[in-house]
């Protein structure tokens, strides 16, 4: 919700007027330039550069790796001792659920080709797979093995281990695979619970001597669809208890991490997968970078046919030498779920996933406001923004009425600034004398008690809390798909405009409510237009929350405007601005706002 209007200088003059001025153009270079960015990255995406190296190219082994795969073993049977051959006859599928997923392996590779949440819906309506399978299919299904050897990782890929179940399992349940071929020998267990957290082991050897083998998620999430959706990309560490954020733009394809990692995984913008190391010191991991063709999604819906190149990025992590042990997080960012994992060897959890952006602790403190409202208050999201939108409005409703007593005592003593003024008018503005006149004016305003910041406090407190709103709706995955009457997520833009225009509407009631005495008439029908126009090219093509949320504070605004006028203060108020509006204009009577 934004302050149309500082009442402590509503009277105050040219100064006033150009410090208003000089917010609401800020706050529009603001969002133009969040929107100018939307616009670029909407814009093909190029490729890595020939410098950087992709994930399934060759990449130099880390010193001090005991021994390397050796790629023609894994895809042949040794010419001796076949009867050491581990391997099915044929693919077979396991799927293992539990209240909050399903997931269906495959002993080719012992990959993923199913990985779906129960809890989630994709934008289509179907079950939400977080298995990306067009991506997958070029570079890797989850769970598959990352060697230093690109031989190596497809031969891994295609070989056919032998499980230890086949069909369908309930958690909680131990799922084995096993696989001998020549002098390799690789065994991969999982094991799971009730919970969004799978332990996974992995062994490699060859000729006995254990080696590097990193459990990977190579290829981005099954909710990504669009262009905009892998824009959202990045790899998320913690490092010595430090979490970090790396765009998709910053990830080097085959980057070796070293230790110590708490974390290393891979998420977009509501969804994670995180590996988390049994021993932070001994761990390491790979970054994985590649592009994808998908068609463009357009603003108003449609789909361009024109292939574009978007990244898909990617981690793979295991132990720097003998059996890989880790935990894997895959599942949603909600921050009531990543706080209650922790990483081993620490009180340090999973919560900074949700990364809130520059209004972090702003963004933070009112998305667990809103979760504790949508708890106890209101279980849904739309009222919870609803009720949240009043809280924020009977918070700052007090300061709302102290800015307006200190614009009255600025107007009792406006005819005393304007003598001031004429007294100097004849210096110009680079005079000297022009300090001295701004010396009496501020020892007027101090011997009548008047602060002339006082009327910025509503604003200094509304607009951290817009950009904060602006910035947490896109990233919370509790406010994905959450209904409220006609919108079906809170988190997109209205379909059907109805609040952008509702928005319009009340920003020229809070302009009729809220005039500006004493400002340039020009400048005053400028600011009339602007001010309503502006709002509406926000809300437009943001998050419905963030227009709820705006206009439920307009409407409580010009209720609260309202009854301030019918005070004492606010009558005397009215008619003084009347009064200055009437000298200026030289006519008779001029009626602004509503009486």
């Known amino acids: 919700m934004a302050e149309i209007k500082n009442p402590n200088q509503g009277g105050g003059g040219s100064q006033s007027n150009t410090t208003f001025l000089v917010m609401l153009v800020v706050m529009f270079g603001v969002f133009a330039g969040l929107q100018f960015y939307k616009s670029k990255q909407k814009q093909p995406l190029q490729p890595p550069t020939a410098q950087t190296q992709t994930a399934n190219a060759p990449v130099s082994a880390p010193t001090g790796s005991k021994a390397e795969f050796n790629a023609k073993a894994v895809q042949a049977p040794a010419a001796s001792g076949a009867s050491n051959t581990v391997s099915a006859a044929a693919e077979q599928t396991t799927t293992i659920e539990n209240e909050l997923y399903k997931i269906t392996f495959t002993n080719r590779g012992a990959e993923v080709r199913s990985w779906v949440l129960k809890k989630f819906k994709s934008r289509y309506g179907a079950p939400l797979d977080l298995v990306n399978a067009k991506a ?30 086949t069909g369908n399992l309930t958690a909680p349940q131990t799922l084995t695979y096993h696989y001998t071929q020549g002098n390799v020998d690789v065994t991969k267990t999982f094991s799971f619970d009730s919970t969004y957290v799978l332990k996974a082991t992995v062994s490699a050897t060859v000729n006995g001597s254990p080696v590097r083998a990193l459990l990977a998620w190579p290829a981005g999430f099954g909710d990504q669809e669009q262009v905009l959706d892998y824009n959202g990309s990045r790899i998320e560490t913690m490092k010595d208890g430090k979490a970090e954020h790396i765009e998709f733009k910053k990830v080097s394809g085959g980057e070796t991490l070293n230790a110590p990692l708490q974390y290393a995984g891979t998420s977009d913008g509501y969804f994670a997968a995180a ?43 295991g132990n720097t030498d003998n059996t890989s042990s880790m935990r894997v997080f895959v599942g949603p960012k909600s921050v009531d779920v990543l706080k209650g994992i922790t990483v081993s060897g620490s009180s340090a959890t999973l919560e900074p996933l949700v990364d809130f952006g520059f209004w972090g602790p702003f963004a933070k403190a009112l998305f667990l406001l809103l979760n504790w409202i949508h708890d106890h208050v209101a279980s849904n999201w739309g009222w919870a923004i609803v009720v949240l ?7 700052i409703l007090p300061f709302r009425y102290q800015t307006m007593k200190s614009g009255l005592k600025m107007q009792r003593i ?3 600034m304007d003598a001031i003024k004429a007294k100097y008018a004849k210096y110009k503005v680079t005079d000297p004398k022009r300090a001295d006149m701004n010396s009496e004016i501020m020892a007027l305003q101090k011997e009548n008690g008047v602060n002339m910041f006082g009327g910025c406090v509503p604003t200094l407190l509304t607009f951290p809390l817009l ?59 400028m600011m009339a237009f602007t001010m309503p126009l502006f709002s509406g090219f926000i809300t437009w093509n943001y998050s419905s929350g963030l227009a709820l949320y705006w206009c439920v504070g307009n409407i409580i605004m010009i209720l609260a405007q309202f009854a301030m006028n019918q005070t004492k203060e606010g009558r005397e108020m009215r008619e003084l601005a009347a009064k200055r509006a ?7 009577r001029t009626i602004q706002g509503k009486r």
């Open 136 to 165: 997958s299919q070029q570079f890797g299904f989850p769970m598959s093995l990352h060697t230093y050897d690109a031989g190596t990782t497809a031969g891994l890929k295609q070989a056919l281990f032998v499980p230890s179940a």
């Open 275 to 317: 590996f988390l190391p049994d021993d932070a010191g001994s761990a390491t991991a790979v970054t994985l970078h590649n592009t994808i063709d998908v068609n463009k999604l357009h603003r108003d819906g449609t789909v361009s046919e024109k292939a574009l190149d978007v990244p898909v990025v990617g981690i793979a992590v």
């Open 389 to 395: 939108t009043i809280v924020v409005n009977v918070v």
């Open 414 to 416: 406006q005819p005393q």
């Open 467 to 525: 950009f904060a709103m602006l910035g947490m709706l896109p990233k919370v995955v509790e406010l994905r798909e959450a209904h409220w009457f006609w919108l079906h997520d809170l988190t997109v833009a209205d379909p059907y405009h109805i609040l952008p225009i509702v928005m319009v509407l009340t920003q020229f009631l809070t302009q009729f409510y809220m005039p500006a005495p004493g400002m340039d008439p020009q400048q005053q029908k």
């Open 582 to 588: 009437r000298r200026k204009a030289g006519q008779p």
